[in-house]
């Protein structure tokens, strides 16, 4: 049972243009949401994280939308670069001392 | 700030051998979580230490066990390894809790022949 979900394996922008890339969870008990971003032959680094009392958190080029009464988050990257490229992991917990879930993951490739 | 460090970063085992992998986390952080990544399933969460004790635990078979060092530093074991266990293990520390921003390591590419 996937509790969080990427549907699109993959996605393909150009430079410059708008990147979305969205997840989708089950549990209506996770109240904090993050994305993280993975290059190859690294590990996955922290890219924004958002609170189930915001709707909206915006950190320069990346915002995430929460939107809670359909279960869906969803990253935009604007405008979009070349070293976007990567694999976006969409993560999710509940309060307190419990585990990240994380969906299996998008890559995405911005073409120049 | 030296970040998350795993050792080795690349290992080759053979079915039924066993394996032990090293995490070191950043200094200060007390949370200490291990993940798999495989291809068709994303990141899958094994299990999470805290202070010595295993706080938290994932979906997975008791051949995989950690623990973690009084200095945080923790460490997994697969025994009876399976050709299935092939996959990259992700080593990830944290302040306290796991909502607070997981610092990943590199990895561990663990190959079963």
Known sequence: ???VKQNSPSLSVQEGRISILNCDYTNSMFDYFLWYKKYPAEGPTFLISISSIKDKNEDGRFTVFLNKSAKHLSLHIVPSQPGDSAVYFCAASDSG?????FGKGTMLLVSP | KA????????LIKTRG???TLSCSPISGHR???WYQQTPGQGLQFLFEYFSETQRNKGNFPGRFSGRQFS???????VSTLELGDSALYLCASSWNR???TQ???????????
């Open chain 1, 1 to 3: 049972d996937q509790q």
């Open chain 2, 71 to 77: 200095n945080s530093r923790s460490e997994m074991n």
């Open chain 2, 3 to 10: 970040g998350v460090t795993q050792t080795p970063r690349y």
């Open chain 2, 31 to 33: 949370s200490v979580s």
């Open chain 2, 98 to 100: 796991v909502q607070d």
């Open chain 2, 17 to 19: 051998q066993q394996v």
């Open chain 2, 103 to 113: 610092y990943f390591g590199p990895g561990t590419r663990l190959t079963v022949l």
């Open chain 1, 97 to 101: 001392y419990s585990t990240l879930t």
